[in-house]
Structures are given as C-alpha cells and as structure tokens.
C-alpha cells in the first residue's frame, strides 16, 4: 500500500530517487518501491538491458523513469550517470547503494583479484556514489519540497558478525557500517539523513557468486528456512525514507524469522 500524506498525495511525488544495482534483486525491487512512491528514479547498474527493461515497467504505471548505465566502481561512469539523472529529472533527492558483491572464500588460498572486486564495489562504489551525488542531496534538503533527502547504504548481517569464509566481505560491509554513521553525523543538521540497512539471507543472485564449499556451509546455516525476498528489504528502504523530516532511522536490521545469526 503506496503512503500518503495529508493532501493523498504520493510520500515521494515531485522527488527523484538514485538506485544502483538496481538491475536485479534488492536494487530492482527498491526502484519499483520508490517509484511506487511517486519518485522520479534513476536506475543504475551494469546490465543495460535488464535497466531498460525495469524502466518500461516502471513508467507503465504513470512514474517516470530513467536507466542510466554504469559500473560503480568506475567514477567516471557514475558521474555521467548522476548528470544524466540531474539532467533528466533536475536533481536528487534520495540516493540508495544497493550495489554489491559477494565473493565468500577462506583467506587461505583466496584469489586477490576477488577481494579486489570487492573492495571495488562494495566500498569504492558506494564511496563514488554518494560523494558524486552529494552536492544535489544537500541542494534537494535545502531547497526541496519535502526539506529533506536520504543516502541509504545496504549493508549486510555481515557488517554486524564476521563469519568464516566473509572475512574480506564482512571488512567491506563493516566499512559501509561505519561510514554511513560518520555520514549521519557530518549532516544531520542539514537534513541529509544516512541510514544503513543490513539484511539477513534474502532470495536473490548473492548465492551465484559464492564457491560450491561456502554455498554448503551457508545451507547449513540458513537453508530450510524461508528467506528474505528483495522486496522485504525494498520495504524497508521505503519505510525509512517516506518518514517525516524530523524523523530518522539510522539502522535497520532485518533477518527471516527463522534466522538465528
């Protein structure tokens, strides 16, 4: 059920929404939601067709739309990607980095180029992101409709518990953790609120990436059980987002119910 204020009027209409890794799982399903929202989004990720794809759904329902394609960890991508936005929709008012990779692997043996990919994505890419975009966040807070705008960084049950094998994983989620409360902090009083989600198992591609020996140890933790979808997640994003400007929720952590750690 879409929110609305007093007026019923959509909680993000008339705001644009920045969504990367948005071109499957948690990044599309917070895109859908926040464009549910009446926010204008702008959709990154680096499958370009699965973008365009996400954008002709989203503008079937009446909100714009713009895919915007980009590697993350690429500074220049993202920069024409954040101006093609601007461009587009004339600013940003919330910013989502769903973006991620997931390599699980013991540190003896590991392949470096993986934790590479990593550290590219998880944290440069988020780093990139909100630093390119962060001059249009503090214009939309200070001038905008709603007085307001939000950096939302998804992290990982990881960025709260190191596990075997998510040692190099678990350090770029940690770091995703602590910048995002040092981000809170730095602009609270300008109204640019930073919040960290950090989910627990969720149904998406995250299990693809990890060796057949980690995938065994991960259904030995959580499998049997019913996971997170990307749209509990999403839900999430939304909640914290559409709250009123003195209201910030700094962390979210969401587990399935049957999910002990």
């Given at each position: 059920?879409?929110?609305?204020?007093?007026?019923?009027?959509?909680?993000?209409?008339?705001?644009?929404?920045?969504?990367?890794?948005?071109?499957?799982?948690?990044?599309?399903?917070?895109?859908?939601?926040?464009?549910?929202?009446?926010?204008?989004?702008?959709?990154?990720?680096?499958?370009?067709?699965?973008?365009?794809?996400?954008?002709?759904?989203?503008?079937?329902?009446?909100?714009?739309?713009?895919?915007?394609?980009?590697?993350?960890?690429?500074?220049?991508?993202?920069?024409?990607?954040?101006?093609?936005?601007?461009?587009?929709?004339?600013?940003?008012?919330?910013?989502?980095?769903?973006?991620?990779?997931?390599?699980?692997?013991?540190?003896?043996?590991?392949?470096?180029?993986?934790?590479?990919?990593?550290?590219?994505?998880?944290?440069?890419?988020?780093?990139?992101?909100?630093?390119?975009?962060?001059?249009?966040?503090?214009?939309?807070?200070?001038?905008?409709?709603?007085?307001?705008?939000?950096?939302?960084?998804?992290?990982?049950?990881?960025?709260?518990?190191?596990?075997?094998?998510?040692?190099?994983?678990?350090?770029?989620?940690?770091?995703?953790?602590?910048?995002?409360?040092?981000?809170?902090?730095?602009?609270?009083?300008?109204?640019?609120?930073a919040s960290v989600v950090e989910p627990g198992a969720v149904?998406?591609?995250?299990?693809?990436?990890?060796?057949?020996?980690?995938?065994?140890?991960?259904?030995?933790?959580?499998?049997?059980?019913?996971?997170?979808?990307?749209?509990?997640?999403?839900?999430?994003?939304?909640?914290?987002?559409?709250?009123?400007?003195?209201?910030?929720?700094?962390?979210?952590?969401?587990?399935?119910?049957?999910?002990?750690?």
């Open positions: 059920m879409m929110t609305e204020d007093k007026r019923g009027v959509r909680s993000l209409e008339g705001t644009v929404a920045l969504v990367t890794g948005a071109s499957s799982g948690i990044g599309e399903a917070t895109a859908r939601a926040l464009a549910h929202e009446g926010a204008a989004v702008v959709v990154i990720g680096r499958r370009t067709e699965r973008l365009h794809q996400l954008v002709a759904k989203i503008e079937e329902s009446g909100t714009r739309a713009l895919a915007a394609p980009a590697d993350v960890s690429q500074r220049d991508q993202l920069e024409a990607a954040v101006a093609a936005g601007v461009d587009a929709f004339g600013g940003i008012d919330t910013v989502v980095t769903c973006a991620g990779r997931g390599l699980l692997a013991p540190v003896e043996g590991a392949d470096p180029n993986e934790w590479d990919e990593m550290i590219a994505t998880n944290l440069r890419g988020v780093l990139n992101t909100i630093h390119i975009a962060l001059p249009h966040l503090l214009e939309a807070a200070e001038r905008g409709r709603r007085g307001v705008a939000d950096i939302v960084n998804i992290s990982s049950v990881a960025g709260r518990l190191a596990r075997r094998d998510y040692a190099v994983y678990s350090m770029t989620k940690f770091g995703v953790n602590a910048f995002t409360e040092s981000l809170r902090a730095e602009f609270a009083k300008r109204h640019v609120r149904d998406t591609e995250f299990a693809s990436h990890v060796s057949a020996k980690t995938l065994a140890a991960m259904q030995s933790r959580v499998g049997g059980m019913e996971w997170l979808r990307a749209e509990d997640v999403a839900d999430a994003v939304r909640y914290i987002v559409t709250r009123p400007r003195h209201v910030a929720v700094n962390e979210v952590l969401i587990r399935p119910t049957e999910q002990e750690t």
